[in-house]
């Protein structure tokens, strides 16, 4: 089986692995997450990001970052020991966790165009990078699934000039929806190209995501938060007479 899973890795650029968490770990999963989603913002502490509303406007959470070390985190970094561990049997390499994530998209969440995440980190990295994904809801095309292109995967970025090319490819390549449930497993590589739609249920679909890098690259978590923490900061620590609106119309919105 382990063997078939790296294949398919290679290959397809990701693999979908069922009932990955018990029905325990998917009730403490969810238990800490809306324990951190009901947590204050704190300067300087994890990093909350905010949205509008696709359907009114409202503001709405759309993701945290920078958590997996607090200590109200701790079964969230004990899953994530599970999949580290699951993932360097697959791919016979050891990994350093680069970034940790929850993409809330609740009722009213907005979508993502067609990316691939690999030019988001080459400013840390140049290597395949690893995305872990854990559904904390289960996920269907009305509350935003994931969708990855069913052209060929390469292991190689797609040109593009001012997204014209994934554009194209959005038009020209059939796109599949994953259909995951609460606790599955999704492994996709950074030049897998895919996107989501917009959330018009009533149904939030939240799901924890976990970035590997190769451990040759060393660890490199600190350094790209620092980075981001003043790049592109966290709503609590936003400066007002500052213009953000270059990483906000970029694809660094959605994936930095």
Same mark, same amino acid.
């Given at each position: 089986m382990i063997n078939k899973y790296r294949k398919e890795l290679n290959c397809k650029g990701y693999i979908l692995i069922k009932n990955f968490l018990?029905? $325990?770990?998917?009730?403490? *999963? +969810?238990?800490?997450?809306? =324990?951190?989603d009901d947590r204050e913002d704190t300067p300087?502490?994890?990093?909350?990001?905010?949205?509008?509303?696709?359907i009114d406007n409202k503001?709405?959470?759309?993701?945290i970052e920078n958590f997996i070390d607090t200590k109200e985190a701790f079964f969230i970094k004990k899953i994530g020991r599970k999949a580290h561990e699951l993932l360097s049997f697959i791919m016979e390499e050891d990994y350093f966790l680069f970034k940790d $994530?929850?993409?809330?998209? *609740? +009722?009213?969440?907005?979508? =993502?165009?067609?990316?691939q995440d690999y030019p988001a980190f080459t400013r840390f990295i140049n290597k395949e990078m690893f995305n872990l994904m854990i559904p904390i809801?289960?996920?269907?095309?009305?509350?935003?699934c994931l969708y990855i292109s069913n052209m060929p995967f390469e292991k190689k970025l797609i040109p593009h000039r001012e997204g014209k090319a994934?554009?194209?490819?959005?038009?020209?390549?059939?796109?599949?929806?994953?259909?995951?449930?609460a606790g599955d497993l999704l492994i996709f590589s950074s030049f897998l190209l895919h996107m989501?739609?917009?959330?018009?249920?009533?149904?939030?679909?939240?799901?924890?995501?976990?970035?590997?890098?190769?451990?040759?690259e060393g660890d490199l978590k600190s350094k790209y938060f620092d980075f981001k923490r003043k790049a592109f900061p966290p709503s609590i620590e936003r400066d007002e007479n500052y213009d953000y609106s270059k990483w906000i119309n970029n694809l660094a919105r959605k994936i930095l």
């Open positions: 018990c029905h $325990k770990e998917k009730e403490l *999963l +969810s238990t800490t997450v809306q =324990f951190l300087g502490k994890m990093m909350k990001y905010y949205e509008s509303s696709v503001k709405i959470l759309n993701r $994530k929850i993409n809330f998209k *609740l +009722s009213g969440g907005g979508g =993502f165009s067609p990316h809801d289960d996920t269907n095309i009305d509350n935003g994934l554009k194209s490819a959005y038009e020209k390549y059939g796109w599949e929806p994953i259909q995951a449930n989501s739609k917009d959330n018009l249920s009533r149904n939030k679909r939240r799901c924890l995501f976990l970035t590997y890098n190769d451990f040759s």
